[in-house]
C-alpha cells in the first residue's frame, strides 16, 4: 500500500523555531519531524512513500533520498522506498493528487507532513475497509476545541456534519480532524481532479463527500499532534523525550482513570433529565487535564436509567454529554470516551422503554462498561483506576479487576474536587 506524504508546507506559525527548513523537516531531538512519521510507517511494514515536495524540497530530497541509505539523525537505515513529486506551483492541500491518480489505483493513506504521530495503522485501515467509504478521517480529542475544526458522527462512524473553527457552535462532542487519512481510490471520480489545479482537501475534497455518506471518521486516543506552533514544538518534544508518543500506540496496553459522571464531574443533581442542570464541579476541568498530561486515558462510566424510564432520549442524552465535552475542553482537557448504561433493571414506570428493562451486564457495580473499554482501546484494567463518590463504582471497579477510588459525599463538595485533583497528583502523574 502506498502512503503520500504532504511535505512541502512553510511553517509561517513556527517560524520562529527554524525557518531555514521546510516544516517536515524541522528537527526534534536531532531528528526531522519527516523522520518520525517515517520510522512509525516503516516499523508497521507501511514503506512504500510518495513525498509531495515544494518549499525547499531539496532539503527533503538531500535528506532522504530514494529511502535506501542511512539516516544522519540514527545512522540506521531508512527501510523505506521514496518516490517524489514536486509542486511547481501551490497546488493546495491536495492538488497534487492529480499528479498521482495514475498510481493510485488502491487504497492509499494520506498524511499532512508537520505531524507527529504513532498510531496502529492496521487498525486503522481496517476499521476503513470495513466501513467501505470513499475516505476516513482519523479524528482524536484534542486540548483547544474551540479553535478547531469540529467533525460529528453517526454512532456507525459516518460524518454527518463539519464545522469550520469560524462556523458557530454551541455544544459539540470534542473530535477534531488529526491530519491522517485512508481513501479508496474511488475519490478520484470526482471531476475535481480531471485537471492540475489548487485543491482544499478538507473544503473540496472531503465535505462534499458528506451528504453522500461515503465520509467516515476512525476515532482514536492514540497520539497525533501538530507542529503549529512553537508552544506545541515544545510541548512534542517533551512528549518524545518522555515515551508518551509511543505508549499511546494502541498496539500497546493502555492506562486509564475511569471517571464516574454524576457527583464526581458534574454537580449532583438527582436524574438529571435537563441540560441546562449539568454543571461542572469545581477543579474537574483541572483533574481531567492532568490526567490527560499523564498519558492516562480519561473514560466516563455512567449509569443513565433515565433512557430506559423514557425520560431522556439517546439524543437529548448525546447532547448533554456534548455540553459536558464543550465545558472541559474551554479548559484544555478532554475525556477519550463517555460509555454510559440505558438499561434499568425496574419495571413499571410510565412511558418506559421495555426492551432496556433488563438485568443487564453493564449497569454498575458490574464491569461491563469498562470491559467493553478495555476491549476497544486495550487497556490494561490492573494498571487502571475506577474513581466515583459511591459504593457502586467502588465495587465496579474492584469487578473490573481496577484499583477503586472513592471520592467524599456532595455534601463536601469543595473538598471532594480537592481531593480528586490530590488523587490525580498523588497517584497518576
Same mark, same amino acid.
Given at each position: ?20 527548513? #521546510? ?31 515544494? $518549499? ?15 539516516? #544522519?539523525?540514527?545512522? /540506521? ?66 486540548? $483547544? ?31 477534531? @480532524?488529526?491530519?491522517? $487519512? ?61 515515551? /508518551? ?57 455512567? @449509569? ?16 448533554? $454529554? ?34 432496556? /428493562? ?16 478495555? /476491549? ?54
Amino acid at each position: 500500500m502506498k502512503t503520500v506524504i504532504m511535505a512541502g508546507g512553510k511553517g509561517t506559525r513556527i517560524a520562529s523555531v527554524n525557518a531555514e527548513v #521546510p516544516k517536515p523537516m524541522i528537527p526534534i531531538l536531532g531528528k526531522p519531524i519527516l523522520e518520525y512519521q517515517l520510522e512509525c510507517l516503516r516499523d508497521q511494514g507501511y514503506d512504500d512513500v510518495i513525498l509531495v515536495i515544494g $518549499h525547499l524540497g531539496h532539503v527533503v530530497r538531500d535528506y532522504f533520498g530514494d529511502g535506501s541509505g542511512v539516516s #544522519p539523525a540514527t545512522g /540506521k537505515p531508512f527501510g523505506v522506498r521514496i518516490d517524489y513529486v514536486v509542486e511547481t506551483e501551490p497546488l493546495g492541500t491536495a492538488g497534487a493528487l492529480f499528479l498521482l491518480k495514475e498510481q493510485l489505483t488502491d487504497d492509499f493513506l494520506l498524511l499532512c507532513g508537520d505531524v507527529i504521530f504513532d498510531i496502529d495503522v492496521e487498525r486503522f485501515y481496517r476499521f476503513h475497509k470495513a466501513r467501505g467509504g470513499v475516505a476516513t478521517l482519523f479524528t482524536h480529542p484534542n486540548s $483547544h476545541p474551540y479553535d478547531s475544526g469540529i467533525i460529528m458522527a453517526d454512532k456507525e462512524g459516518r460524518v454527518t456534519n463539519w464545522l469550520h473553527k469560524e462556523d458557530p457552535r454551541e455544544w459539540y462532542r470534542n473530535r477534531v @480532524n488529526a491530519g491522517l $487519512h485512508f481513501f479508496s481510490p474511488k475519490v478520484f471520480e470526482q471531476g475535481l481532479f480531471r485537471e492540475l489545479k489548487k485543491v482544499d482537501l478538507d473544503r473540496e475534497v472531503l465535505k462534499p463527500l458528506i451528504p453522500t455518506g461515503e465520509l467516515y471518521v476512525y476515532d482514536s486516543p492514540e497520539y497525533v499532534k501538530d507542529m503549529g506552533t512553537p508552544d506545541r514544538f515544545f510541548a512534542v518534544t517533551e512528549d518524545i523525550r518522555s515515551g /508518551k508518543v509511543h505508549a499511546k500506540n494502541l498496539s500497546n496496553p493502555q492506562k486509564c482513570v475511569f471517571l464516574d459522571r454524576d457527583g464526581t464531574l458534574n454537580r449532583y443533581v438527582g436524574f438529571l433529565r435537563n441540560i441546562e442542570e449539568l454543571e461542572l464541579l469545581p477543579g474537574v476541568a483541572e483533574a481531567v487535564r492532568k490526567i490527560n498530561e499523564s498519558g492516562y486515558l480519561a473514560i466516563v462510566v455512567t @449509569n443513565q436509567p433515565v433512557i430506559a424510564r423514557g425520560e431522556v432520549t439517546v439524543e437529548a442524552l448525546q447532547e448533554i $454529554h456534548n455540553k459536558l465535552e464543550t465545558l472541559l475542553g474551554q479548559e484544555g482537557a478532554y475525556v477519550d470516551a463517555i460509555y454510559y448504561c440505558p438499561h434499568h433493571p425496574h419495571k413499571g414506570y410510565e412511558g418506559e422503554i421495555p426492551e432496556l /428493562k433488563i438485568d443487564c451486564a453493564c449497569r454498575k457495580p458490574k464491569a461491563g462498561m469498562l470491559l467493553q473499554a478495555a /476491549k476497544d482501546f486495550h487497556i490494561d484494567l490492573a494498571a487502571s483506576y475506577m474513581v466515583g463518590d459511591s459504593d457502586n463504582d467502588v465495587q465496579c471497579g474492584i469487578n473490573a479487576g481496577c484499583t477503586p477510588i472513592l471520592l467524599p459525599g456532595e455534601s463536601a463538595a469543595t473538598a471532594q474536587y480537592q481531593s480528586l485533583l490530590e488523587f490525580v497528583d498523588d497517584r497518576v502523574l
